[in-house]
């Protein structure tokens, strides 16, 4: 079964730093997924990658499938950053997704 | 891009009711999924909607209490049967097109 862990579970930064949110997960995968939630409830999605790093914007995912982690990087971070971002793990051909628990990420002006 | 609406957005409802929530996509996809987010829990698969046939439930979620209706390829509902404070939730749909999409979330509190 697989399991999805992400770090930290709570993160509070000024605006302008780089942020880091991390995830491992236990077995292999066909892609990972990064979504970011807001507090009324919906979900985006920010990137789904198989290999390698995306970049949009001033977010950038990272993943290395050999030690079977993700990294989600923000730079510049801002206020209207704050939101939970979630990763997700995507085995088989089934499109279904295991989620982590989530990382609250907290922006001060 | 999918766009995809719930209705309703958020709804208070008491003890041993139902209530059924839509999903609206504004293209015809394939794969559909019912999702649950309790409290401060990952979200968990439910089900996935089949256009046409009986949705397929994950283990620890049946049809008789969340009973799910595909009648086209850009709709479905899923309904929440006698419910009770276990059942309050952030309920979301999600559709599979060169992505996963989601949709907006319901947010269901059981009283």
């Known amino acids: 079964k697989n399991e999805v862990e992400q770090s930290p579970q709570n993160l509070t930064a000024q605006e302008g730093e780089f942020i880091t949110i991390n995830c491992s997960y236990s077995v292999g995968i066909s892609a990972l997924h990064w979504l970011q939630q807001h507090p009324g409830g919906g979900i985006v999605s920010l990137f789904m990658l198989s290999s390698g790093k995306k970049k949009h914007g001033r977010l950038i995912a990272t993943i290395n499938i050999q030690e079977k982690h993700s990294s989600l990087h923000i730079t510049a971070s801002h206020p209207r950053d704050s939101a939970v971002y979630i990763c997700?793990?995507?085995?088989?051909?089934?499109?279904?997704?295991?989620f982590g628990k989530g990382t609250l990420l907290t922006v001060n002006p | 891009s999918a766009v995809i609406s719930q209705k309703p957005s958020r709804d208070i409802c008491q003890r041993g009711t139902s209530l059924t929530i839509q999903c609206q996509v504004d293209s015809q996809v394939t794969m559909m999924f019912w999702y649950r987010q309790q409290p401060g829990q990952s979200l968990t698969l439910i089900a996935t909607?089949?256009?046409?046939?009986?949705?397929?439930?994950e283990s620890g979620f049946v049809i008789d209490k969340f009973p799910i209706s595909r009648p086209n390829l850009t709709f479905s509902t899923l309904t929440v049967s006698n419910m009770s404070p276990e059942d309050s939730s952030i309920y979301l749909c999600?559709?599979?097109?060169?992505?996963?999409?989601f949709g907006p979330g319901t947010r269901l509190t059981v009283l």
């Open positions: 999600s559709v599979v097109g060169r992505e996963q999409f």
């Open positions: 997700a793990s995507e085995g088989g051909s089934n499109y279904k997704l295991t």
């Open positions: 909607a089949n256009q046409g046939s009986e949705a397929t439930y």
